[in-house]
């Protein structure tokens, strides 16, 4: 599991400031959100699995239906500056994650590089690591087959 969210009030302020477009943009589009954990429900540990949402482009590590993507896929989050404090699992150099902590953006985010590709250059996106698809799976028992590691 991730480390405990180091509160920052001000950087929380900043974050529910935020205009929608300015919200959306501050995604990095690394994907890794979009992809399936799972939950040991006896130590509440979470693993990383190589298996990405139905609706994940594993190229562009984008949604292929954003705007439906809640009518398409039950369980997608819809991540709000609540949300962002909550969520174990959401990883560390998220860039939500890291504004929520009064943290700088890391240096492959867009907004410090200019480039949307500087996060699938630094390894940092889901590109070249999805294995399977949600809806090529069979059973809830096969992802087991995908675990990566401890998240
Ligand atoms: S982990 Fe954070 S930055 Fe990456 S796609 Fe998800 S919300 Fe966006
Ligand atoms: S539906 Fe949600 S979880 Fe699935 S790819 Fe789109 S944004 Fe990601």
Do not use: F
Not at 15 to 32: F, T
Not at 62 to 71: A, G, I, L, P, S
């Amino acid at each position: 599991m991730s480390a405990a969210m180091k509160k920052n009030p001000g950087g929380m302020a900043k974050l529910r400031a935020m205009s929608q477009a300015e919200w959306e943009s501050l995604c990095d589009g690394c994907g890794r959100c979009c992809m399936h954990k799972l939950e040991d429900e006896d130590t509440g540990n979470y693993y990383a699995t190589s298996v990405s949402c139905a609706l994940l482009d594993c190229e562009s590590c984008r949604c292929v239906d954003y705007e439906n993507r809640k009518t398409r896929i039950a369980d997608c989050i819809r991540l709000t500056p609540d949300m962002v404090q909550t969520l174990p699992w959401l990883p560390e150099d998220c860039a939500y994650r890291l504004v929520a902590e009064g943290k700088p953006l890391k240096w492959w985010h867009h907004l410090v590089s200019g480039s949307h590709e500087t996060v699938h250059e630094a390894g940092i996106s889901v590109r070249g690591k999805v294995e399977v698809r949600e809806d090529q799976l069979a059973s809830e028992d096969d992802y087991l087959a995908y675990i990566i590691g401890p998240l």
